[in-house]
Each structure stands twice: as C-alpha cells, then as structure tokens.
C-alpha cells in the first residue's frame, strides 16, 4: 500500500483561521498545500466524473475542500477564504498545465519527468490553453490596474465561487462583486482583442 | 496606469446602470449621471460595447476548461512503469466503465511475479461501489477453488482508487477456446461441468458471482477453467438473498437476468440463468434470447426446439441422437426460466443433469478433469 504523503488537515484548518483572520502570511503556508491538492484532486476526480457528469473547477475546488476539510468544525469565513487560496491555485494550475501543453507541443518530445507529473497531469486542448495564457497575461495587466478587481476574476471564474462567497472572501458587498465581475470580465476581453 | 478600488467602483456603477438600457440611451444616462472624468467615460462605453461578447467569450471558455478537464483518455489511467501499491504495471489488460484491469508485477520478490490489478474506477467516492468493495475484501478470503482466479489483496491507490490484486490468468473467453479447439459437444459440455463446480463453490461461500459471462470465464491451455472477476458480486445471507440492496444493474446487459433487468434483488438463481446463457453460446454459438412464452408449453416450445436442433446440427455438423438433443435443450430451458425459482435449484444440479446427459451418449461415466492451481 502506498502512504499517504499528506499534510495533516489539522495544519492546514490553523493557517486557514489565521489567514482568516487577516493574516497575510498565512496565505504563503497555504497556497502550496492547497494547490497540491487541487492538482491530486484533478486527476482523482476525472475518474470519479468518467460518463457520468463533466467536471468543472467548481466541483474541483468544492471537492478539495471537502476532502481537506473533513470534520465540519470550519467556519463559513473560513471556508470562503480556503475557496480564496483555492481559486488562485486553480488559475495557477491551470497556467502551467497550459504553459506544459505549449512546451509539448512545440518542443516535441519532451517526456513528463516524473510519475507525479504524469499521474496529476492536467491535460488541455491546445485551443483552452493557448486561450487560458492569453487571459492569464491580461489578468496580470488587470493585476497591476486593480488588485480587487483580479482577485474577483480569480474567484469567480477560475475557482468558480458564488457571488456571496466571493464578498465574504474579499470583504466587499455582493453587489460590488456582481457589478465588478460583470465590469472585470468585460475589460478583460476587450484587452484579448486589442 | 493604476486605477483605484473607488474609480473600478465608478466605473462599475455606470456600466451597470446603462448595460440593461439600449445603446442609444448610454450617451443619454452618462451624461445626466454627474461623472466629469472623460477617461473614465470613455472606458464605460468601451466596456459596455462588449459587455454580451465578453460573458459569451467567458462562458465558452469556462466550458472549454470544463470538457478538458472531465475527458477521459483510458490511455491516460494508469501506463507502463505506474506503480499501484508494491505492484508494478506491465500493460492494460482490459478496461470497463467500472475499472481496468492491468497485468503488473510484484516488485518484491514475493512468488507470485505477476499479477493482474483491478483498478476500480468510480468506486471510492461513490457510497454503493465502495460498499461493494468492501464486500469484496472480504470475499477474497472466503474464495479458494482451482477453478476460481485467486484473490491477493486490495488496496488503495495514492489516489484513492480501492485495487484488487488477483492471480494473472493467461486464457481465452471459455466460447473462443471451445472454437480455437474445435472441441466436440462431448467436451464442450465436460469443459462447462469446471464451470458448475466453480460457481457453486462460491454459492457455498455465499457469493454471487452476477456477471457470469465468457468473458469471466477463462481457460487456460492446459484446459482449465477460471472464473474470474466477482467484481459485483455480494455476499448473500443464509436465504439466498442479496444483502446489499441493489440500487442498479451494474453487470453486462445482454447476461442479464429478467430480475437483474427488473433491477430486483440478485440471487445465486440469477447465476444459473447466465449459466444457461453461457451454455447455450457455447454449444450453438448464438446467443439466446428469452421470449415471453419462454416457459409457457402451447407449442412455441416445440419452435423453439427445432431452431436450436438447427443451430446444434450446423454447429458440429452432425446429428445428435433425438433424446439427447430433447435432454440438452429441456436443460436450456430450464435454466434460463423466466421465473427463478423454475431453474436448477442450484449449480451441482446443472451440473448433474448435464453429468447424466453426458453419460448418456457417451456411454462412460465422467470424471471432472483436475484444476490446477494458478
């Protein structure tokens, strides 16, 4: 049997009440561990969808949540803020799947170098990723203009979080994430076409 | 050019107020709105010129992401070098919507080198399939039959899919070995006699094995047969009955039995009638189709007769002795009853029908032909 390389959920649940509760640094202990489970969960989960349902990042994030997160004793700020780091590691994830996709297809015979990577390997269509890095870099662009306004793109479209959750996470009403979201969307797209 | 929370926030009000007004009207509403900053009016309108574009570019988007992420590439389950367990893969063996089954082999030594993996696929998360693994743990001690592929173990992957571990057998799908051979009735029947034996083993044990199809049933090259796969099988209590409620069919469809398709609950009776089904591809080739008049005797029967009479001739191209061919049918017929309680009550039962058939026309008493273990 294979053991488990896993960090206990314990650990976790105490960088997530602190970066609850404002705790910035406590985001840098989290990013990783969430985004390796993100990545575990992708590949897990495929499986798990096979003809039945399809898979989208909601469930992925939903899903991870809830394997991490075992025993229900997490608030609901808290889970707003686990879904937080969650969406940036999805958007991470899937940048560098595309970012992989790119380099195989176009450096032609480059071999995964580890089992990890085959197994947790997150396979996009040419077409996604090359879109997907395209939305990335304007969202960078995005990023330097406005802080918030990226933070709520990550949130709703990459960790596909509701409305109310997105506020909770970031601390701003829903109907300033409604209005930003709309507004963040647009702007985005118009600087992919320019 | 850094824009701050408040300016998003102005913009974002003036978008929202004009984007569920006409075009025409947006000059109109910013204009009365107080908002002097020309930049940020002129990002307003550039904004809300794409406003229905940008959510269908995002929504398309969003479903790219979707439909790559939930594709399936059997390729991509498990390959060559993948490690389950102490188990390392050698090739796929075959694939289901349910699980692959891989040859592997044993990294430590232990004496048996290879084995075949059966990687479940939907089954951890999945309450009724986890359930059923769990069962299945606990089959693999009650199993031991040469005729039945061996169970090593189960686990669980580092991604969380339950395997099972099980003696790698190299055979064919009992219909193909029988046409590779070119073996006669006689044999045929002999061959299929391993079956019973096996199965009511594992009756004994109170287990249903629920899938008996050729596929599950391989023979080696020195003859003999192995069951595999109880795979959905359960443990049954001491009335025959299935103890895991049955929440769907989970089997092969064209093996079903009319109770399993009715979604009823799956008895060792329903092993019988996919025995018959078995038996009846083996010795005619064709599959059988349960009819309603299936059991009804106002002289469909006789119908019924005549065609497999025809199917037997063609088969072996030769003419079997009238009352042989009335014994074997009625046989047929009886396991594959549309009602389970009409079948053989249980596998030694077929088993001593056929036995008394064989003996029969052969003119010899018969002896089972020794398994040999894996």
Same mark, same amino acid.
């Given at each position: 049997?294979?053991?488990?390389?896993?960090?206990?959920?314990?650990?976790?649940?105490?960088?997530?009440?602190?970066?609850?509760?404002?705790?910035?640094?406590?985001?840098?202990?989290?990013?990783?561990?969430?985004?390796?489970?993100?990545?575990?969960?992708?590949?897990?989960?495929?499986?798990?969808?096979?003809?039945?349902?399809?898979?989208?990042?909601?469930?992925?994030?939903?899903?991870?949540?809830?394997?991490?997160?075992?025993?229900?004793?997490?608030?609901?700020?808290?889970?707003?803020?686990?879904?937080?780091?969650?969406?940036?590691?999805?958007?991470?994830?899937?940048?560098?799947?595309?970012?992989?996709?790119?380099?195989?297809?176009?450096?032609?015979?480059?071999?995964?170098?580890?089992?990890?990577?085959?197994?947790?390997?997150?396979?996009?269509?040419?077409?996604?990723?090359?879109?997907?890095?395209?939305?990335?870099?304007?969202?960078?662009?995005?990023?330097?203009?406005?802080?918030?306004?990226?933070?709520?793109?990550?949130?709703?479209?990459?960790?596909?979080?509701?409305?109310?959750?997105?506020?909770?996470?970031?601390?701003?009403?829903?109907?300033?994430?409604?209005?930003?979201?709309?507004?963040?969307?647009?702007?985005?797209?118009?600087?992919?076409?320019? | =050019?850094?824009?701050?929370?408040?300016?998003?926030?102005?913009?974002?009000?003036?978008?929202?107020? !004009?984007?569920?007004?006409?075009?025409?009207?947006?000059?109109?509403?910013?204009?009365?709105?107080?908002?002097?900053?020309?930049?940020?009016?002129?990002?307003?309108?550039?904004?809300?010129?794409?406003?229905?574009?940008?959510?269908?570019?995002?929504?398309?988007?969003?479903?790219?992401?979707?439909?790559?992420? #939930?594709?399936?590439?059997?390729?991509?389950?498990?390959?060559?070098?993948?490690?389950?367990?102490?188990?390392?893969?050698?090739?796929?063996?075959?694939?289901?919507?349910?699980?692959?089954?891989?040859?592997?082999?044993?990294?430590?030594?232990?004496?048996?080198?290879?084995?075949?993996?059966?990687?479940?696929?939907?089954?951890?998360?999945?309450?009724?399939?986890?359930?059923?693994?769990?069962?299945?743990?606990?089959?693999?001690?009650?199993?031991?039959?040469?005729?039945?592929?061996?169970?090593?173990?189960?686990?669980?992957?580092?991604?969380?899919?339950?395997?099972?571990? =099980?003696?790698?057998?190299?055979?064919?799908?009992?219909?193909?070995?029988?046409?590779?051979?070119?073996?006669?009735?006689?044999?045929?029947?002999?061959?299929?006699?391993?079956? !019973?034996?096996?199965?009511?083993?594992?009756?004994?044990?109170?287990?249903?094995?629920?899938?008996?199809?050729?596929?599950?049933?391989?023979?080696?090259?020195?003859?003999?047969?192995?069951?595999?796969?109880?795979?959905?099988?359960?443990?049954?209590?001491?009335?025959?009955?299935?103890?895991?409620?049955?929440?769907?069919?989970?089997?092969?469809?064209?093996?079903?039995?009319?109770?399993?398709?009715?979604?009823?609950?799956?008895?060792?009776?329903?092993?019988?009638?996919? =025995?018959?089904?078995?038996?009846?591809?083996?010795?005619?080739?064709?599959?059988?189709?349960?009819?309603?008049?299936?059991?009804?005797?106002?002289?469909?029967?006789?119908?019924?007769?005549?065609?497999?009479?025809?199917?037997?001739?063609?088969?072996?191209?030769?003419?079997?002795?009238?009352?042989?061919?009335?014994?074997?049918?009625?046989?047929?017929?009886?396991? =594959?009853?549309?009602?389970?309680?009409?079948?053989?009550?249980?596998?030694? #039962?077929?088993?001593?029908?056929?036995?008394?058939?064989?003996?029969?026309?052969?003119?010899? #008493?018969?002896?089972?032909?020794?398994?040999?273990?894996?």
């Amino acid at each position: 049997m294979v053991e488990k390389t896993k960090v206990s959920d314990k650990e976790i649940k105490n960088y997530l009440e602190e970066f609850s509760k404002g705790n910035k640094k406590a985001f840098d202990k989290l990013f990783p561990l969430v985004y390796r489970e993100l990545r575990k969960n992708a590949h897990k989960l495929r499986f798990r969808f096979f003809d039945l349902e399809t898979l989208n990042t909601t469930a992925l994030v939903h899903e991870t949540y809830l394997k991490i997160i075992r025993s229900g004793s997490v608030d609901f700020k808290s889970r707003t803020h686990f879904y937080f780091v969650a969406s940036r590691a999805m958007r991470q994830i899937l940048v560098n799947a595309s970012l992989k996709k790119r380099t195989l297809s176009r450096g032609g015979n480059e071999k995964p170098r580890s089992l990890d990577e085959i197994k947790n390997f997150i396979q996009l269509s040419d077409q996604t990723s090359e879109e997907l890095l395209l939305v990335n870099d304007a969202l960078k662009k995005l990023e330097n203009e406005n802080n918030r306004q990226a933070r709520i793109v990550e949130c709703r479209f990459f960790g596909g979080m509701s409305v109310e959750e997105t506020a909770v996470a970031l601390d701003i009403s829903p109907a300033t994430v409604k209005r930003s979201w709309n507004v963040a969307r647009t702007w985005l797209y118009n600087n992919l076409k320019s | =050019m850094r824009l701050s929370d408040e300016t998003w926030d102005r913009i974002s009000h003036l978008f929202e107020i !004009c984007q569920d007004h006409p075009q025409e009207k947006w000059n109109k509403i910013l204009s009365g709105s107080g908002e002097k900053n020309s930049l940020i009016l002129k990002e307003v309108i550039e904004l809300l010129n794409n406003n229905k574009q940008a959510r269908i570019y995002f929504d398309s988007l969003r479903k790219k992401i979707e439909t790559d992420l #939930s594709k399936q590439d059997p390729q991509d389950f498990l390959r060559e070098g993948d490690f389950v367990g102490k188990f390392r893969i050698i090739e796929a063996i075959s694939r289901s919507g349910m699980s692959g089954v891989y040859l592997a082999e044993s990294t430590d030594g232990s004496f048996n080198r290879f084995v075949a993996v059966k990687v479940i696929r939907l089954s951890c998360l999945s309450g009724r399939r986890h359930k059923n693994f769990k069962i299945e743990k606990h089959i693999l001690k009650c199993i031991n039959h040469p005729n039945i592929a061996n169970y090593y173990g189960t686990g669980v992957t580092e991604e969380g899919f339950p395997f099972i571990v =099980m003696e790698y057998i190299k055979g064919l799908p009992v219909d193909r070995y029988c046409e590779e051979n070119q073996l006669d009735l006689y044999n045929r029947l002999l061959l299929y006699i391993q079956i !019973c034996d096996a199965l009511q083993h594992a009756h004994n044990n109170f287990i249903v094995h629920r899938d008996i199809k050729p596929g599950n049933i391989l023979v080696t090259d020195d003859g003999t047969i192995k069951l595999l796969d109880f795979g959905i099988s359960s443990i049954t209590d001491r009335k025959g009955k299935s103890s895991v409620q049955e929440t769907g069919f989970s089997g092969t469809i064209s093996y079903a039995s009319p109770e399993q398709l009715d979604g009823r609950a799956t008895t060792p009776a329903s092993d019988i009638y996919q =025995m018959g089904k078995v038996l009846y591809l083996i010795i005619t080739g064709s599959n059988y189709t349960l009819t309603e008049d299936h059991n009804k005797d106002d002289g469909s029967g006789e119908n019924r007769f005549l065609n497999f009479s025809a199917d037997l001739r063609k088969k072996f191209q030769k003419t079997y002795p009238l009352p042989l061919q009335r014994d074997l049918h009625s046989i047929l017929v009886k396991s =594959m009853s549309i009602n389970p309680e009409l079948r053989h009550l249980n596998a030694t #039962s077929l088993k001593s029908d056929l036995e008394n058939l064989v003996k029969l026309f052969s003119g010899c #008493s018969i002896t089972r032909p020794e398994g040999k273990p894996g």
